[in-house]
């Protein structure tokens, strides 16, 4: 009897730990899962730069302006579709993720180029811009105010500290900044010539931090067309030279508009493929580390 009782006892023991070594299990599996599902579902870049979740964002044609939400569960982007006279335009599109599915939607037709604030409730669209409540629903459309109103911005990007960076579209070669002081806006301002030189100089970027800004230009020690520059915040607050990417991402083809994913692990930029009609531009990304190893060692 105390045989039996013993092999029952150790069977239920053994069932037990059992029972928690496939929990254990399924827990890993979800989180690989999770892991997995993140940014389309794609497989990561290394230092080499690849076109992003091909055939589903880039494809033959035009798509730019690529932008992903700080919980990673919503990406944007512009593309450009031919209808039946081929006629061209411009959609607005999100993919999204619907438990563990992606899925996209035309959300409208281009209204400006997406970068979300560093909390994730602002999405940035040039001057314009929308804010999420706390359902999670963007607003409609609004204006930023005066002087901003009026400025032709192609592209804004914003700090934690709410410092506002730019370009403007009749005036391409001068990127200018504006931060808050005591909850003030102030008026904008030219960068120096670290950022503002060459020509085409446009759409910049600022990290969260603020510890480094990218844009992109035509300059003298550029691969040609445009190339993507950063330059790194100085100990004095000042900004360093500007550095070129190099020839992972830059190349005689236009690259352009580059930004870095909330997370900091990616550099998504934009690189034209097709012919000076810009009939194929494609979004492309890379690992962050090709910023690591340019940063100046101090």
Same mark, same amino acid.
């Given at each position: 009897?105390?045989?039996?009782? *013993?092999?029952?006892?150790?069977?239920?023991?053994?069932?037990?730990?059992?029972?928690? +070594?496939?929990?254990?299990?399924?827990?890993?599996?979800? $989180?690989?899962?999770?892991?997995?599902?993140?940014?389309?579902?794609? +497989?990561?870049?290394? /230092?080499?730069?690849?076109?992003?979740?091909?055939? !589903?964002?880039?494809?033959?044609?035009?798509?730019?302006?690529?932008?992903?939400?700080?919980?990673?569960?919503?990406? %944007?982007?512009?593309?450009?579709?031919?209808?039946?006279?081929?006629?061209?335009?411009?959609?607005?599109?999100?993919?999204?993720?619907?438990?563990?599915?992606?899925?996209? =939607?035309?959300?409208?037709?281009?209204?400006?180029?997406?970068?979300?604030?560093?909390?994730?409730?602002?999405?940035?669209?040039?001057?314009?811009? +929308?804010?999420?409540?706390? $359902?999670?629903?963007?607003?409609? !459309?609004?204006?930023? /105010?005066? /002087?901003? $109103?009026?400025? /032709?911005?192609?592209?804004?990007?914003?700090?934690?500290?709410?410092?506002?960076? *730019?370009?403007?579209?009749?005036?391409?070669?001068?990127?200018?900044?504006?931060?808050?002081?005591?909850? #003030?806006?102030?008026?904008?301002?030219?960068?120096?010539?670290?950022?503002?030189?060459? =020509?085409?100089?446009?759409?910049?970027?600022?990290?969260?931090?603020?510890?480094?800004?990218?844009?992109?230009?035509?300059?003298?020690?550029?691969?040609?067309?445009?190339? !993507? %520059?950063?330059?790194?915040?100085?100990?004095?607050?000042?900004?360093?030279?500007?550095?070129?990417?190099? $020839?992972?991402?830059?190349?005689?083809?236009?690259?352009?508009?580059?930004?870095?994913?909330?997370?900091?692990?990616?550099?998504?930029?934009?690189?034209?493929?097709?012919?000076?009609?810009?009939?194929?531009?494609?979004?492309?990304? #890379?690992?962050?580390?090709?910023?690591?190893? !340019?940063?100046?060692?101090?």
């Amino acid at each position: 009897m105390k045989n039996h009782l *013993f092999n029952i006892s150790t069977f239920l023991l053994l069932l037990a730990l059992t029972a928690c +070594k496939t929990n254990g299990d399924d827990r890993k599996n979800k $989180d690989a899962t999770a892991e997995e599902r993140l940014y389309l579902g794609q +497989k990561p870049p290394g /230092p080499m730069p690849e076109p992003f979740a091909p055939g !589903i964002v880039t494809t033959q044609g035009w798509e730019y302006g690529g932008a992903i939400t700080p919980d990673l569960k919503e990406f %944007y982007f512009i593309r450009e579709v031919i209808d039946e006279e081929g006629k061209p335009s411009q959609q607005f599109v999100l993919i999204q993720d619907h438990d563990g599915e992606w899925k996209d =939607s035309v959300i409208s037709a281009r209204v400006g180029q997406p970068i979300f604030s560093p909390d994730g409730k602002t999405m940035h669209l040039g001057r314009r811009y +929308k804010n999420r409540n706390k $359902d999670g629903e963007w607003s409609e !459309i609004k204006e930023l /105010p005066a /002087p901003f $109103d009026t400025l /032709p911005i192609m592209r804004l990007s914003a700090s934690k500290l709410g410092t506002y960076v *730019f370009d403007e579209r009749d005036t391409i070669g001068t990127i200018q900044y504006s931060v808050l002081k005591n909850g #003030v806006r102030q008026s904008p301002k030219a960068f120096g010539e670290e950022i503002n030189s060459g =020509s085409r100089t446009a759409h910049p970027f600022i990290a969260p931090d603020e510890t480094y800004l990218i844009w992109d230009s035509e300059r003298e020690d550029g691969k040609g067309n445009s190339d !993507i %520059y950063i330059s790194f915040r100085q100990q004095d607050g000042s900004w360093g030279k500007a550095l070129n990417l190099g $020839d992972r991402v830059n190349t005689e083809a236009w690259e352009a508009a580059a930004s870095v994913t909330p997370d900091g692990k990616y550099l998504f930029f934009h690189r034209n493929m097709g012919s000076d009609a810009f009939e194929n531009a494609d979004i492309f990304w #890379v690992s962050t580390e090709i910023i690591e190893d !340019i940063r100046p060692k101090n």
